[in-house]
């Protein structure tokens, strides 16, 4: 297995990264994950559009033109192999001295990219079943539109779900609204069959999967609704799923021990995440 660190193709065991990464002591690097389909990365152009506009909010230089990074990421689907798994990008303010103050303009930004393939058959088995989500507090920074990789608070999440025999968590604002799960967006299909998802504010991330599903569903004729929902209103809505790039769209069958709908996955869940894998190919 390769990985790609500052300009090389390395054996994955010896890709290393400085102790004086700023991301390693300040959490100060975004990173972008893109799904590999059939050997294709999925919604590549939005991926590589939201990074962009990570880093410069942030300040963080890119490192190389969009064309060279785009050959780059392709390699690294091809030289590892990888059919179906995901393709991970990371790139941080660069090597400096430890100093919360930015280093100069001549440290360059540092970039890493590993590859990893994941069961297709594994996925699908697990989203005809539904997964369960519990849900707790936010403790998140006020800005989770940056796709940085400041995950503490998602990976305690993430543990806290897995610790409780589910699959995800689903964070909830100081106003009882839920913002997003610990590494998805999160949906519900109300009774009257309208999909509701949190408009993308500073509040959560804007997912390339959740728009997607925007264009999906549009295309379908469905109705839906850029608007924050409650628990309760999850508890009571017909159906509930996730989205990300590594999950596609995943039903919900289960919140915090209470089944959603009838238990089951819902069939508008499973008719738009078949169509998000047909069109992501
Ligand atoms: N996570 N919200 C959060 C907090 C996320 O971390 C992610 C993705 C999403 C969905 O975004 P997208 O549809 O663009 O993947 C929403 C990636 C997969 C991860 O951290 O591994």
Not at 168 to 183: K, L, R, V, Y
Not at 205 to 222: P, Q
Request: aromatic content about 6%; charged content about 25%; glycine content about 6%.
């Amino acid at each position: 297995r390769l990985a790609y660190v500052n300009g090389s193709f390395v054996p994955h065991a010896h890709a290393v990264i400085h102790i004086e990464d700023r991301g390693n002591q300040f959490s100060d690097a975004v990173y972008e994950v893109w799904g590999v389909i059939d050997g294709e990365l999925t919604d590549f152009d939005g991926h590589l559009k939201r990074l962009d506009r990570s880093l410069s909010e942030l300040r963080i230089r890119r490192p190389m033109t969009d064309k060279a990074l785009a050959s780059i990421l392709f390699r690294m689907v091809e030289v590892n192999r990888i059919r179906n798994g995901l393709i991970y990008l990371q790139i941080s303010r660069g090597t400096a001295r430890r100093d919360h103050v930015f280093p100069t303009d001549t440290v360059p930004p540092s970039i890493m990219i590993t590859a990893k393939s994941m069961s297709p058959e594994k996925a699908e088995a697990r989203a005809q079943k539904g997964i369960a989500v519990i849900t707790q507090k936010d403790i998140r920074w006020g800005r989770r539109d940056i796709k940085t990789v400041s995950l503490l608070p998602n990976a305690l999440a993430k543990q806290a779900a897995k610790e409780a025999g589910a699959a995800e968590c689903w964070m909830i604002d100081p106003d009882g609204f839920i913002t997003e799960g610990s590494a998805a967006n999160a949906w519900i299909v109300t009774k009257d069959g309208v999909l509701v998802t949190r408009p993308a504010t500073n509040d959560i991330l804007n997912g390339i999967t959740r728009r997607i599903i925007f264009d999906l569903a549009s295309r379908e004729g469905l109705t839906f609704e850029e608007r924050a929902f409650t628990r309760d209103e999850a508890l009571a809505a017909r159906e509930a799923f996730i989205t990300s790039a590594t999950s596609f769209l995943t039903p919900v069958v289960e919140i915090d021990g209470n089944p959603v709908g009838n238990g089951h996955p819902g069939s508008l869940s499973l008719q738009l995440r078949k169509s998000y894998v047909a069109t992501a190919k």
